[in-house]
Each structure stands twice: as C-alpha cells, then as structure tokens.
C-alpha cells in the first residue's frame, strides 16, 4: 500500500483542513506551553513536524521488536546491576573518555554511602530500522540501532500521534483503522514514574524534572506532567521543572541523605538531559549531580542505568561470550539479540582487516561511525566519515569510537506537515519500542514492555533526530 493509494482516497481540501486542524491544535498548545513558561518567541518550543498518514511496517518485525523487549530489559537490568561485568566492557573506554570516567566514579563515591536510593527506575527505548533484504521481494529484517536509557522523549507525543492518525483514518479509509496497533508508551511511561513515586512513601513529597537549559521537547513533558496529576489520587502532588544548574542553587541534601527542593522534599528526580558532557559544563553542575545521585530520592534513571546504556555495551553484543554471560539464566535470549544485531567493527579490527578498510575507502556510506558513549549527534556517514576517521586515527583517539554498518532501510513516499506547509517527500523510519524497570536493593519490583514510537526521516538524511529538526513523528499500521 503506498501513499499514491491512500491519496487517492483523499479529498484534497479535506486534507488541507484537517491538517490545519491538527496544526492548529498543535499551535495552541506550543503557544499555551509558551505562555506557561513565559518563553519568548525565539525559544526552542517548535510542534513537532508529522507524517499525514501513518506508515507500512511488517506486522512479524513489529511483533518480534515487541517480544524481544524482555531481553532488552534484562540486559539492562544485568549490566546495571553486576559491575564486574560491566567494568568488563567499561574498562577499556574509562582512559580514553573523561566523561565516562567521571561517571564511573561518581559510581563508587556512591557506593561508599551509608544510604541508598529507596528504588531505582529505568525507562528504556530500544530502537530498530528495518534492513531491506530484496528492493523486489519486499522481504526486510529487523536490525537494533541502539538502546537509550536516559531522557527518553516523545513517549507521550507518540501515543498523541497515533490517535491522531487512527482519527484522520478514521474519516478516509476506516477499514484500515483495525491495522493500527494500540500505543501504550505515554502510560508505560507515567504509569512507571507513579509508581516509582509511590514506592518513595511521601505523598507529600515532590517530582523534579530534570530538563536542559534550552528545552524544545516541553509539549512531551507537559503530556507526561498532565498524565500524572490526573492519574495520582494527591491532588497536591508537586511537579517541578528544573535546570542542573538550578539544582545547584536550589537543592541540599540531610544527614539522612534525604533530598529537598528549597523546602520540599523529593521523591524522584526525572531526568530529560544530563547524558552529555556538554550538559556538565561546570563544576556546580557536577556538584548537583552528584547530590542528586547521593540522595535517598527514586531517580529515572540511577547512575548505574545510566551507564548501562553507553553504546559500548552494543558493540559488546556482537561477542557471544558476553551474551552467555548476561543470559546466563535466560539462554533463548541469546539468539533473539543475535539476530538483531549488525555487523561491528571496533577501528583497531577495521584497521587491521584489509576487507574492512578497503570497503571504508571505496564505499564509506555502507558504515556508520559512532561514539562509545550515549549523546546525540555523533554519527558520521560518507565522507564525513572518512575525514573524521583520519582525524580520529591521527589523534590517536580511535578507542572511543565504532563502526556499525549500515542499515539501508526501505523507501516510500510521504506526506510531511511541517511548519505549517504539507510537502511529499522519500522517507525511511525508525522504530522505538519502550521499556521500564523498577528496582529496589537491587531486585526487580517492576519490569514492563510496551508501546512504540515511529520517526521517519527523508531518505538523504544521515539522522533522523526530531530535535535536530531532521525528522518527523509518525505511527505505523501493520501489514
Ligand atoms: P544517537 O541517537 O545517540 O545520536 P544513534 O545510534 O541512534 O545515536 O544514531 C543516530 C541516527 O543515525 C539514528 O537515529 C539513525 O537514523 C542513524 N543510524 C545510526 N546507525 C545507523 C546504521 N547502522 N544504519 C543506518 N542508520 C543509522
Ligand atoms: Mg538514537
């Protein structure tokens, strides 16, 4: 089914007014969200750009994202709580990257405390692009991108979409309403902050969400902030934005190791930045995220979660010693991470391997190069990736950095609402699945799988971030 299929069943005006609808909606509630936190128009607060139509994607695929969750989470779940086996893979990054070093000290400081966190909480999004094995037979294969731990977003405007699309279908082609799949992200999401706040014990006691300087993402928070007042029996529940560095002017820590926010007491800190060295970019900064990590409060994620998701640990999937070790007990575990997970290289293997480097020179847009650690915008691709691969090998700098080969995933047109204006463009998409965890002294208390998000991107772009403008949120009906 294509998109020349679905126009057909479109009256144009019809579709000009319904996107008019939804951008009109959408608007609003930039420009209420604006008002709320008194931003000016410069801001970063933009709606999201959209498909018009929701997107093919294989019903198997979809499914087997879905049941693989289980052992994403208890990957996860394992690395974050045995540290031998994740100094095993740590180790060899702790030299070559501050960042991660730091972290991993914190770690320690943490563990030399006389008390703990009350419970640990973990949302994860396991994301997925579909590698197009025959342009003719349309046969594809599901291959992981990457495992996000921390400040995981668009969880509550996915859901959003969905509906959206499931009404617009609704009006031009209903008998294909039955192929969207329900989409419980946004509930998975604040269903597992509730919780995690209720394990706390303090009904008085208040939820900071932790967010960047200049936050662009404030529409997914204020879903998620709704999705809490309305769903918690505490009318009076407290609900705070806040900056690290207004945690550093603002927050301080008892004898007991109890966290206050001026004078309230928090229950749990949400984080929504703080997984790059750029977030960091002083010592007050550090000082609050330590206090913040020092603290008897829930936090989403728990240092430990956090470093359990540096893409390191992805490169570390293709051993299968190390998958034996993490499924120790889970042994049918082991082929459903194998059979998504691509080709790897480290740069030492690449450079070392006259195959490896031969494919560099004459084809670098089958690579991807990436960072070791978590934080956006570090991939290259092409000749990007050959200039920074010298630059890199010149430094002597390589240990912080993989290859991943590409996905090609499939091409299709669609119909992009952005700025206002509907264009069609060739766009490939990228699939999330959710997950979440909630640990307390080290046990599971909570482990969930569950809804999706689908960003779509034109075709030429290398990524395909909604916040770097590249991509556009979409949902997806099965096929
Ligand atoms: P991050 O989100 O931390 O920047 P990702 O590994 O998710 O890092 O890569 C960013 C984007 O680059 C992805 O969303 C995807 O669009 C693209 N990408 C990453 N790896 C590949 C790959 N192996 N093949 C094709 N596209 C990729
Ligand atoms: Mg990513």
Redesign the pocket.
Known sequence: MSVEHWMKNLDQNELNCECQRWAFAHGKCVSFVQRCFALNDDSNVIPYPFTICPSPYPRNEYERACRIQSAINRLVYRLAFDIQMMDSVLEKFIDCDPFIKRLRQIYDHIQQLPYQSVAETCIIRT?Y?LQELSRCAERTKL?L??I?TIAIGLGAAAKLMREWHKTFLTKIQSDFVSQLPENESHDLVIESLLESWKIYGNPKAMILFVIPEREFNIGDQMLIEQGLLSRCDHSSLLIKHVTLIEISRCCSLNSKGILFFGKFEVALVYYRTAYDPKHFYNEDIWQAYIMLESSCAVKCPSLRYHLAGM?CFQLALTKENFLKEVFKEEREFIDDVTDIT?EMFTIEQAMNDAVVQQRILEHPES??L?QSR??????Y?GGMLKERLNEIVEKNDSKRYFL??????PIRPSLICSNGSITEKQINS?LGIFGSLITQNGKLVSERSGGYLL?S?PSS?????IASGQ?FIDSIYLV
């Not at 991943?404 to 995933?409: G, L, T, V, Y």
């Open positions: 994301d692009m291959r991108i990457e996000n893409k691509e690579f991807y990436k978590e934080g956006g915008g570090n991939v691709c991943m080969s590409r996905i090609f995933p990228e960003r991107k772009n290398i990524e395909g971030g991509g």
